[in-house]
C-alpha cells in the first residue's frame, strides 16, 4: 500500500523567511497530494492541493510542487507570519481509496 | 454553510467501555470517512463510507464499526476500549469517491480512555 514520508519533523524559521517542506510517496498510482495545517486543538485544515496532471500550483503565499517520476512534492510558504506557526501535514490518494498521510512538520514562524 | 460537525467534542470513557462517535458531513456531500490521530501523528484511515456503504476499512480490529445514514450522517462505534484508543477521532468529508476530491475535517473528538 501507499507510504508517505514527510521531512522535517520541525522548522523553525525568521518572520518573512521561506519555509518549505518535503514528502515522497510510494505508490506510482496515487494522484491526488493535499496540504492540511493543524493548529492546536483543531482538525486538519485544507490549505492547497494538486493532481498528477499538473506540476506546480501556486496561492498567494503558498505553492506546492510535484515530481511524480521522483515520486515526490512539497509545500512552499513565503514570507511567513507567525500565524503560520501550526502542523502540516501532507496527503497522497489514489481515486476510491483513502488519504495516506505523513507525521507531520511542526512550523514554528518567530517574529 | 455549516462544515463538518461532530459531537461530542471530548469524552472521557473506561476501559472495556463502548463509545459512539457521531459526524454531519457537508450539506450535499455523500461521503464520510473516519481517521484516528495519536499524538504526534498524521491522521490513519478506519473506515470510508459513500451513499451508505462501506467503501473502504483500514488496518483496525473489529471492535471499530461505522455506519452511514440515509441522511449522510455517520456513527463510529468502537467497542470494549482499550487504553491505546485514546485519540483524537476524525471525520472528513467529501463529495464522492470516483476521483481524488478535496476532503474537509471537523474539529474532532478527543476520546480519552482511562
Known amino acids: 500500500g501507499e507510504n508517505v514520508e514527510q521531512h522535517p519533523s520541525t522548522l523553525s524559521v525568521q518572520e518573512g523567511d521561506s519555509a518549505v517542506i518535503k514528502c515522497t510517496y510510494s505508490?506510482?498510482?496515487?494522484?491526488?497530494f493535499p496540504w492540511y495545517k493543524q493548529e492546536l486543538g483543531k482538525g486538519p485544515q485544507l490549505i492547497i492541493d494538486?493532481?498528477?496532471?499538473?506540476g506546480e500550483k501556486k496561492d498567494q503565499r503558498i505553492a506546492v510542487t510535484l515530481n511524480k517520476t521522483a515520486k515526490h512534492f512539497s509545500l512552499h510558504i513565503t514570507e511567513t507570519q507567525p500565524e503560520d506557526s501550526a502542523v502540516y501535514f501532507c496527503?497522497?490518494?489514489?481515486?476510491?481509496?483513502?488519504?495516506?498521510f505523513g507525521k507531520g512538520t511542526t512550523l514554528s514562524v518567530s517574529s | 454553510d455549516a462544515g463538518v460537525t461532530q459531537s461530542p467534542t471530548h469524552l472521557i470513557k473506561t476501559r472495556g467501555q463502548h463509545v459512539t462517535l457521531r459526524c454531519s458531513p457537508i450539506?450535499?456531500?455523500?461521503?464520510v470517512s473516519w481517521y484516528q490521530q495519536v499524538l504526534g501523528q498524521g491522521p490513519q484511515f478506519i473506515f470510508q463510507?459513500?451513499?451508505?456503504?462501506?467503501?473502504g476499512r483500514g488496518n483496525f480490529p473489529d471492535r471499530f464499526s461505522a455506519r452511514q445514514f440515509p441522511n449522510y450522517s455517520s456513527e463510529l462505534n468502537v467497542n470494549a476500549l482499550l487504553l491505546g484508543d485514546s485519540a483524537l477521532y476524525l471525520c472528513a468529508s467529501s463529495s464522492g469517491t470516483s476521483r481524488g476530491t478535496e476532503a474537509f475535517f471537523g474539529q474532532g473528538t478527543r476520546l480519552t480512555v482511562v
Open positions: 463510507y459513500y451513499e451508505k456503504e462501506e467503501r
Open positions: 496527503a497522497a490518494m489514489r481515486a476510491g481509496t483513502a488519504l495516506i
Open positions: 450539506s450535499g456531500h455523500k461521503s
Open positions: 505508490d506510482s498510482a496515487s494522484n491526488y
Open positions: 494538486i493532481r498528477s496532471n499538473v
